[in-house]
């Protein structure tokens, strides 16, 4: 396709170039002064892009330079911009493989960018203008299936951002695809939704999309919707001269007053599109004028005429090398020479029409295998590129996914720590607090202990007294060496808090003999431990000697007659129990003796064991208890039983 057409369908520019080389002059002297590597490549690339409406060499060697300095800056963004823009100066050149290598590269560049809400937009209209750049060089190939792919992509992202000019380009171009195709009403569709996007922007290409309209409709046979729209064309151009568009705009009406039949209005606006095309020199654009002309003078047997534009168009093509002209002119002229009877020269060009008729089919068939090979390794190229960027974003989720894993790991480890900390403290505290409260019951159990110390060194010193008084020196002396070595038992153990139960019954056994000799033998004792008691089974000091003192003195001796008392050690599950036994006047006549008496002291014996008892119990955890119970045969009372339940301890607890 000729360039003229390539621009129309790219960029729908309007050919100003005076106005063009001012801005070029402009991005120079910008370029000159600039210092910073962004500025210079963004300035490249912005001249690259102002040369593409007149010059592909400075276009491709502009866009060359923005892309050297992108790659040594690494300015990902100014260097998917610079492939954009060498990638169109290709197409414009002809050599659509390196076009296509370079779209494909800076659709990779946009594509791996990371988004963010400043460069979103900047990022997806590179991706848009890559896709419509692949989709121009595919319908240069006659890929049309390709071209609409990448078309219709990049009118989808440049309808996200809203970018209705762009959108409107690409409208433009698949209704150009669609019309190639023959396939007019998809084609009239995206040319009447381009033109009404230019219409309300105002666009100065609108009469290239107009005379494309018209053009559908004159195919259809609508000769006055044709009209209609060459006539609003016409005013487009007027507005914003275009002098390619208005050339291709005189032989378009052209062919429509033919039509008509009106010959002159036909050959007039020909002869217009002649000078059009020679005032810019599009040898192309004049050689298909030329060829209408030709035939038009043809069907009208102006012999003359239609030799002249006929070979016109020739020389024309052939200067071009258009085959595709070449063959047209050259079969018009074998018809004109048959029709005039000329058979010689006839067959002349017949023979030219046909060797240039297979050279065409042979570079067809050349360029197909080419363009075959080229979408080979474009999909190739693709393929790997979809493969490559899968692989990248698997990776990314997997990176993401272990980073989530370590972080929770992490979490899940730091809360764990947390709570080994947290249950390591407490049970700290929870140490300190029970070490606390053992020490606390601790001293509680020797301050009622102490407590119990004077009360029994009271007594035996009452006894002490009271035996001299009774019995005389000698029987004194014996009583104060039994007593000295109680005490010297007492105060032994007194600082501990367990003793072994055998030095305990050693103690009640110093104490009953002690009490023996004071009340002139009127008791008998005994003092039993079952076997299956351990030796280091322990128990508190001085928590049973208050009961046998009391058992003595308040129900023993009352009696007046010979008593007995007798004390039993003995284990069940997990408690030691004592039980004493006497044969006293019971506990009843205990307390009225008591009644009568006037004590010259309060007797606490009682509550001071009560409460180490309750002390006991909750140091341990166990049940530590007393039962006092009043015996009777009949009605007869026969003494006391008390019974002293334990935890079972040890010397080594």
Known sequence: MRLAAILCVLVLCVTNLYAQDKVIDSLQQELSASQSAVEKAGLYNAISNQYKYSDPGKMLESGIMALKISEENQLKSQKGTAYLNIGTAHIILGDYQKAMDHFVWAKAVFEELPKTPQNHDEINQGIARTYGSMGVVFSEQSNYAKALQYYLEAAKVYENLNDEGQASKIYNNIGVVYKAQEEATKALHYFLKALEIQKERKDPNKSITQTNIATIYFKQGKLDEAFEYYTAAKNSLDQYPNLRALGEWHNNIGMYYNAREYPEMALENWQRAVATFKEINDKFGLADTYLLVAEFENNRNNKSEALTAANSALALAK???????????????????????????????????????????????????????????????????????????????????????????????????????????????????????????????????????????????????????????????????????????????????????????????????????????????????????????????????????????????????????????????????????????????????????????????????????????????????????????????????????????????
Request: net charge neutral.
């Open 319 to 653: 200067e071009t090398d258009v085959l595709e002209q070449i063959v047209i002119a050259q079969k018009l002229l074998s018809a004109i020479y048959s029709k005039d009877g000329n058979a010689s020269q006839a067959l002349v060009h017949f023979k030219a029409y046909s060797t240039a008729k297979d050279s065409l089919h042979k570079k067809n068939d050349v360029r197909k295998a080419v363009e075959a090979a080229m979408n080979y390794e474009f999909e190739k190229k693709e393929i790997l590129q979809k493969e490559e960027t899968q692989k990248r974003e698997l990776l990314l989720k997997e990176e993401a996914k272990s980073n989530n894993l370590k972080l929770l790991f992490g979490a899940l480890v730091a809360l764990l720590l947390f709570g080994m900390g947290f249950l390591i403290y407490n049970r700290q505290q929870l140490k300190k607090t029970l070490t606390l409260q053992k020490e606390l019951a601790e001293y509680e159990q020797k301050a009622l202990h102490l407590q119990m110390n004077p009360h029994f060194v009271f007594n035996c010193l009452g006894s002490i007294s009271s035996f001299i008084v009774q019995n005389g020196t000698d029987s004194a002396i014996k009583y104060l060496s039994k007593f000295s070595k109680l005490m010297r038992l007492t105060l032994e153990y007194s600082k501990e808090s367990l003793i072994p139960i055998d030095k305990e019954i050693e103690s009640l056994q110093n104490y009953l003999e002690l009490e023996q000799l004071r009340f002139n033998d009127s008791f008998n004792f005994s003092i039993t431990k079952n076997p299956n008691i351990e030796d280091d089974v322990a128990l508190p000091p001085l928590l049973i000697q208050p009961f046998i003192e009391n058992a003595i003195i308040h129900g023993v001796i009352p009696k007046k007659e010979h008593g007995t008392i007798s004390i039993t050690f003995s284990v069940t599950n997990a408690s030691l129990h004592c039980t004493i036994i006497d044969n006293g006047v019971g506990i009843h006549q205990s307390r009225k003796n008591k009644e009568n008496l006037v004590l010259a002291h309060k007797s606490m014996a009682l509550d001071i064991i009560k409460k180490r008892l309750e002390m006991i119990s909750e140091a341990t955890g166990k049940q530590a208890s007393i039962e006092i119970e009043e015996m009777t045969k009949g009605n007869e009372i026969t003494g006391t039983k008390i019974k002293l339940q334990l935890p079972l301890q040890y010397t080594s607890n």
